[in-house]
């Protein structure tokens, strides 16, 4: 009996520890970022773009990256959620035969997994195709490209847990496949559907390698979608192995703020989760 | 009217009920009842063509209803169910509102509210309610009115107005699960069906709760044909007019309640009657 409670003591110890671990890593990356984002931070930081070009130039912000940013994550989530809402509901046994929808799961899944520099590679020969710089448009393009299979495997993993006796439910009451898809299902699966998106959010704002060549990279704020646009993980890529300390340190604050945007996301999307969450049945 | 004419229905390869042919009677409460396992609900699903949500079924016979086949292909199954409405063993309470739960069938089926309103008052059955439904003009405002109006009728007709009157908009979830079946007896009369196939209503509730849907099914089968399947003999005994006993997959023997629990025909029917199988 106590090599039995031993052996539960080691393993319980063994789970602290690697907790610990992870915690302190993550700890340890805010921490970094805060302070050494934080020494640079300033008013003019956010709201100013930099002056002298954005490599060598000592003065001004970040405000080319991080409306460059906002302008591109936004333009490729609406686009987005405008396709993978209805796949996703498209993908049920309702519509789908098993075999289409087992297939097509293993191919946004290897989608999914496939790194963002290919995405990259491939919307830069679309591009050429196409005649379009590096541009605003390019970027939103590829980022669509990128965030689509996530989306839709995550709003398709909490559509499936709506269950079947809720839709049956609805059926009895005789109601045609939308109508209980959009007045039920949809309901129900609101808040793993919000969740889906900003899964898809965190990854299309961080991502540095599939924009390096599409979206370009520039030290104003664009007009037009044929403009090319700064964004705050570029922003990053670039300015941090400079010599110059004050472009340095706008790497630093650029880091921050995107660490910011996303956690103020993630805080917006569960109170929004828990406010759609009000009518469902648990 | 509803005729079942060599109704057979397998999972697969597993033959659930076999060659039932049954007549169920309109305007009173008919009991089907039997030991678990034995096809009950199946055959309650095959009337409303519930059974098509699964995939494996077969459906073998014919099921006539007012003198249309409804299997026929090209029946509108969501007209089908409007007119044959359903109400589950487990309340089942959409994601919605209180209100929204008893609006949603009408507005689905996109009811002519001010017409069933009129009906309503012309039938006089709560006097302080009909005494508010007066002339129905076809403005935005009043027929917003006339829906609350509609929805606080199937209310009171399925024995919840008073407990939540004061909370429609509160979330169904919220509510108690015998309040809940009485929500769901609500929605099902608010899509105005012709008939009630209600699958074990009262197993999941409390004894209070199902002395309450009990007594809202006895006043409703003066409008409505009530199909109840319950493994509770002496809830039959209470409700039924009529009753058909199944036992394994097969329609053993359907008589008048009465003739059914004084003189029964068959051996298995006694040995149910007598507790022996259960």
Same mark, same amino acid.
């Given at each position: 009996?106590?090599?039995?409670?031993?052996?539960?003591?080691?393993?319980?110890?063994?789970?602290?520890?690697?907790?610990?671990?992870?915690?302190?890593?993550?700890?340890?990356?805010?921490?970094?970022?805060?302070?050494?984002?934080?020494?640079?931070?300033?008013?003019?930081?956010?709201?100013?773009?930099?002056?002298?070009? @954005?490599?060598?130039?000592?003065?001004?912000?970040?405000?080319?990256?991080?409306?460059?940013?906002? @302008?591109?994550?936004?333009?490729?989530?609406?686009?987005?959620?405008?396709?993978? +809402?209805?796949? *996703?509901?498209?993908?049920?046994?309702? @519509?789908?035969?098993?075999? +289409?929808?087992?297939?097509?799961?293993?191919?946004?899944?290897?989608?999914?997994? =496939?790194?963002?520099?290919?995405?990259?590679?491939?919307?830069?020969?679309?591009?050429?195709?196409?005649?379009?710089? *590096?541009?605003?448009?390019?970027?939103?393009?590829?980022?669509?490209?990128?965030?689509?299979?996530?989306?839709?495997?995550?709003?398709?993993?909490?559509?499936?847990?709506?269950?079947?006796?809720?839709?049956?439910?609805? @059926?009895?009451?005789?109601?045609?496949?939308?109508?209980?898809?959009?007045?039920?299902?949809?309901?129900?699966?609101?808040?793993?559907?919000?969740?889906?998106?900003?899964?898809?959010?965190?990854?299309?704002?961080?991502?540095? *390698?599939?924009?390096?060549?599409?979206?370009?990279?520039?030290?104003?704020?664009? =007009?037009?979608?044929?403009?090319?646009?700064?964004? +705050?993980?570029?922003?990053?890529?670039?300015?941090?192995?400079?010599?110059?300390?004050?472009?340095?340190?706008?790497?630093?604050?650029?880091?921050?703020?995107? +660490?910011?945007?996303?956690?103020?996301?993630?805080?917006?999307?569960?109170?929004?989760?828990?406010?759609?969450?009000?009518?469902?049945?648990? | 009217?509803?005729?079942?004419?060599?109704?057979?229905?397998?999972?697969?390869?597993?033959?659930?009920?076999?060659?039932?042919?049954?007549?169920?009677?309109?305007?009173?409460?008919?009991?089907?009842?039997?030991?678990?396992?034995? !096809?009950?609900?199946?055959?309650?699903?095959?009337?409303?063509?519930?059974?098509?949500?699964?995939?494996?079924?077969?459906?073998?016979?014919?099921?006539?209803?007012?003198?249309?086949?409804? #299997?026929?292909?090209?029946?509108?199954?969501?007209?089908?169910?409007?007119?044959?409405? %359903?109400?589950?063993?487990?309340?089942?309470?959409?994601?919605?509102?209180?209100?929204?739960?008893?609006?949603?069938?009408?507005?689905?089926?996109?009811?002519?509210?001010?017409?069933?309103?009129?009906?309503?008052?012309?039938? !006089?059955?709560?006097?302080?309610?009909?005494?508010?439904? !007066?002339?129905?003009?076809?403005?935005?405002?009043?027929?917003?009115?006339?829906?609350?109006?509609?929805?606080? #009728? #199937?209310?009171?007709?399925?024995?919840?107005?008073?407990?939540?009157?004061?909370?429609?908009?509160?979330?169904?979830?919220?509510?108690?699960?015998?309040?809940?079946?009485?929500?769901?007896?609500?929605?099902?009369?608010?899509?105005?069906?012709?008939?009630?196939?209600?699958?074990?209503?009262?197993?999941?509730?409390?004894?209070?709760?199902?002395?309450?849907?009990?007594?809202?099914?006895?006043?409703?089968?003066?409008?409505?044909?009530?199909?109840?399947?319950?493994?509770?003999?002496?809830?039959?005994?209470?409700?039924?007019? #009529?009753?058909? %006993?199944?036992?394994?997959?097969?329609?053993?023997?359907?008589?008048?309640? !009465?003739? %059914?629990?004084?003189?029964?025909?068959?051996?298995?029917?006694?040995?149910?009657?007598?507790?022996?199988?259960?």
């Amino acid at each position: 009996m106590n090599a039995r409670k031993a052996e539960e003591n080691l393993f319980k110890l063994l789970m602290l520890v690697s907790l610990l671990f992870v915690l302190a890593s993550l700890a340890g990356i805010v921490a970094v970022i805060a302070v050494k984002g934080m020494s640079a931070m300033s008013l003019s930081m956010i709201l100013d773009t930099p002056r002298g070009g @954005y490599y060598l130039g000592k003065e001004g912000g970040v405000a080319n990256a991080i409306v460059g940013s906002l @302008y591109l994550v936004s333009g490729s989530t609406i686009m987005a959620l405008i396709i993978s +809402l209805p796949v *996703a509901f498209g993908l049920q046994r309702e @519509y789908t035969g098993k075999r +289409l929808a087992d297939l097509s799961r293993l191919v946004l899944d290897i989608l999914w997994g =496939t790194p963002s520099i290919v995405y990259g590679a491939f919307g830069f020969v679309v591009m050429v195709y196409l005649g379009i710089r *590096a541009s605003l448009l390019g970027g939103i393009i590829v980022l669509t490209l990128l965030m689509i299979p996530i989306m839709i495997r995550a709003m398709d993993e909490a559509i499936r847990m709506v269950r079947h006796e809720l839709k049956e439910i609805s @059926y009895a009451l005789g109601t045609t496949r939308i109508e209980t898809t959009v007045a039920v299902v949809l309901r129900q699966a609101l808040p793993g559907i919000c969740t889906a998106v900003v899964l898809a959010f965190g990854r299309g704002i961080g991502d540095a *390698a599939s924009i390096l060549f599409t979206a370009g990279y520039t030290d104003t704020i664009p =007009t037009s979608l044929l403009d090319p646009v700064a964004s +705050l993980p570029l922003a990053v890529f670039f300015q941090v192995s400079t010599p110059i300390p004050e472009v340095q340190a706008r790497a630093y604050a650029s880091a921050l703020i995107l +660490l910011f945007i996303v956690v103020i996301v993630n805080i917006l999307a569960r109170l929004l989760g828990w406010r759609l969450s009000r009518n469902i049945v648990k | 009217m509803i005729q079942l004419k060599k109704v057979s229905v397998s999972y697969g390869d597993h033959e659930v009920i076999r060659d039932v042919e049954l007549d169920i009677p309109e305007r009173q409460i008919v009991a089907i009842i039997g030991p678990s396992g034995c !096809g009950k609900t199946t055959l309650l699903k095959s009337m409303n063509r519930l059974l098509d949500l699964n995939e494996n079924v077969r459906v073998s016979g014919d099921i006539i209803i007012d003198g249309v086949s409804i #299997y026929d292909n090209g029946l509108d199954v969501t007209d089908l169910r409007k007119k044959v409405g %359903f109400l589950s063993q487990r309340p089942h309470p959409l994601p919605m509102s209180v209100y929204d739960n008893v609006a949603f069938g009408p507005r689905i089926h996109r009811l002519d509210v001010s017409d069933i309103l009129s009906r309503i008052s012309r039938i !006089g059955q709560f006097e302080d309610l009909c005494g508010r439904i !007066g002339p129905i003009s076809r403005t935005r405002k009043s027929r917003r009115e006339s829906l609350r109006l509609l929805v606080e #009728y #199937y209310l009171r007709l399925s024995g919840l107005w008073d407990e939540v009157k004061d909370r429609l908009h509160v979330p169904a979830t919220r509510l108690s699960i015998g309040q809940q079946q009485r929500l769901a007896l609500a929605r099902v009369l608010s899509i105005e069906p012709e008939v009630i196939l209600a699958d074990e209503p009262t197993s999941a509730l409390d004894p209070i709760s199902s002395k309450l849907v009990e007594t809202q099914f006895r006043s409703l089968k003066k409008k409505y044909t009530i199909v109840v399947v319950t493994h509770i003999l002496r809830q039959a005994k209470r409700l039924a007019d #009529y009753i058909a %006993f199944m036992y394994m997959g097969d329609l053993v023997e359907h008589k008048p309640a !009465g003739e %059914f629990f004084s003189k029964p025909d068959d051996e298995r029917t006694r040995a149910y009657i007598s507790g022996e199988i259960s």
